[in-house]
């Protein structure tokens, strides 16, 4: 990590591998996997050079603006309530930090590897936010689903090359027999999920509080097992542009209390520990709150900011021990004891969203 003094908060430049390094299997990038995700870093590490990431993250992020900009009554037909708004278009149902409802961004949410992943009527009761089949446009807006699917087959592909690598930094802290297996537990799950991000234009920077690093989206800690995010895009009038505030963007909170920006190139993928990996690695792997900062003054007015994040999670009956050492979710009491991904997204679910299946 470097840092950068030109600000109150500093500026971090991420950990980073390249591809190449990722996906030889004899290449040891413990030291890389522990300074990014181990108990000392910020839970976050970069992936660089991705073969034919650079086009698919352009394709899909430059449809954000036209998927917001459909009309309500298209997009009104592309929401499930049913599934608490976790399956295709999702505007002004999430709460933010105040509890008021999320209006300054719109959501798009599918799993990008099954359409349909099960066919089990009880399971879909249960659990319709994990359970429920995938909403497309194919009429209002048909090149989302191909793109969509694209980007997210490429980076759970490359996430679990990234898990390969965390199971065997965990190895060497834990017996063989006594850890579960991140890479298996991606693998055999149907429960991932992708979520392309549209933050509306601001009309009027000044209704935002200024000071505030949470400002675009509020203090959080993934709650799945390994996230992967693009770099933003923003754009005027769908027009790409520079991001004009440099102290836009995402902040993390460091284990020792530092809130710092991190930085990371638009040709890379990184990739955030959730709180199921800290459970499973018994605290090895550690997650990090982290929130977005939106752009701020003038020349933000009429800004766009569109990206896509990728939730790499364990299935829904998967059984989770909760230990004592691993901080979780302050608003979930859950020390010592069992629950599946199911169970424990519920609760965090009825936390954030007002309406319930």
């Known amino acids: 990590m470097s840092l950068s003094s030109e600000s109150t908060v500093p500026t971090v430049r991420i950990v980073t591998v390249t591809y190449s390094e990722l996906k030889d299997s004899n290449i040891d990038l413990s030291a890389k996997i522990e300074q990014g995700f181990g108990p000392n870093g910020l839970g976050i590490l970069t992936v660089k050079d991705v073969p034919g990431y650079s086009l698919l993250r352009q394709n899909l992020l430059g449809l954000a ?54 066919s089990d009527s009880s399971e879909m009761q249960r659990y319709p936010w994990y359970c429920g089949s995938n909403i497309w446009p194919s009429n209002s807006l048909p090149e989302l689903e191909g793109a969509f699917k ?15 690598h965390c199971d065997l930094y965990v190895s060497k802290g834990i017996k063989q027999h006594e850890m579960q297996n991140l890479e298996n537990i991606l693998l055999g799950s149907r429960c ?18 200024s000071d505030s690093i949470s400002s675009w989206c509020g203090w959080h800690t993934d709650h799945g097992s390994l996230t992967g995010l693009t770099r933003a895009i923003f754009s005027r009038n769908s027009v790409e542009v520079p991001c004009p505030d440099p102290a836009s963007g995402l902040y993390i909170r460091t284990r020792s209390g530092q809130v710092v920006k991190v930085v990371y190139g638009e040709d890379e993928i990184a990739y955030q520990i959730g709180e199921t990996t ?20 003038e020349e933000a007015r009429g800004l766009e900011r569109s990206t896509f994040a990728l939730f790499m999670q364990p299935d829904w009956d998967q059984k989770l021990t909760f230990p004592k050492e691993v901080t979780i979710h302050e608003d979930v009491p859950v020390s010592n004891c069992v629950l599946t ?17």
């Open 65 to 118: 603006p036209k998927l917001a900009g459909l009309p309500e009554e298209v997009k009104r037909e592309l929401e499930d309530a049913h599934s608490r708004y976790n399956f295709g278009w999702s505007h002004g149902k999430e709460k933010l930090e105040s509890g008021k409802l999320d209006m300054l961004k719109g959501s798009y949410y599918a799993n990008p590897l099954q359409d349909v992943p099960t």
């Open 150 to 164: 694209a980007l997210g087959k490429l980076m759970f592909e490359v996430g679990l090359m990234v898990a390969y």
């Open 192 to 209: 991932h999920k992708g979520r392309l991000l549209y933050y509306f234009p601001a009309q009027d920077t000044t209704t935002q509080k």
């Open 278 to 297: 800290a459970i499973l690695s018994r605290g090895y792997l550690c997650a990090t709150p982290h929130c977005v900062r939106a752009p701020q003054g």
């Open 341 to 357: 991904f199911g169970e424990y997204t519920e609760k965090l679910l009825n936390i954030y969203y007002d309406t319930k299946p």
